[in-house]
Nanobody
Framework: QVQLVEFGGGLVQAGGSLRLSCVAS????????MGWYRQAPGKQRELVAR???????TYADSVKGRFTSSRDNAKNTVFLQMNSLTPEDTAVYYC???????????????WGQGTQVTVSS
């Protein structure tokens, strides 16, 4: 069984910062790309940031220059540092990862349960 668990959501004032983390656990052989998505009420889930196993990152235009994603491969953990937050960043943030389980030949895509980020004006 493989599980992704997010930590670090909460309530913050506009202009503030939050750091999310996501830990993958279970019978993991390898992890490929990891990413963060978010879904605001009434909106579709959207990509926020994605980071490859080698550390290359891509970001949504709306967060470029404010958010930074990193990962600790030894700890199967991905981070999202969010600075200069605005009310438009309010959403449930989901962790996503391509994970190959022990004994499997192919990676499957997994999601975390989500963590709420609320930015007050």
């Amino acid at each position: 069984q493989v599980q992704l668990v997010e930590f670090g959501g909460g309530l913050v004032q506009a202009g503030g910062s939050l750091r999310l983390s996501c830990v993958a656990s279970g019978s993991i052989f390898g992890i490929g790309a990891m990413g963060w998505y978010r879904q605001a009420p009434g909106k579709q889930r959207e990509l926020v940031a994605r980071i490859t196993s080698g550390g290359s990152t891509t970001y949504a235009d709306s967060v470029k220059g404010r958010f930074t994603s990193s990962r600790d491969n030894a700890k199967n953990t991905v981070f999202l540092q969010m600075n200069s937050l605005t009310p438009e960043d309010t959403a449930v943030y989901y962790c996503n990862a391509d994970i190959t389980k022990h004994g499997s030949s192919a990676a499957l895509n997994y999601w975390g349960q989500g963590t709420q980020v609320t930015v007050s004006s």
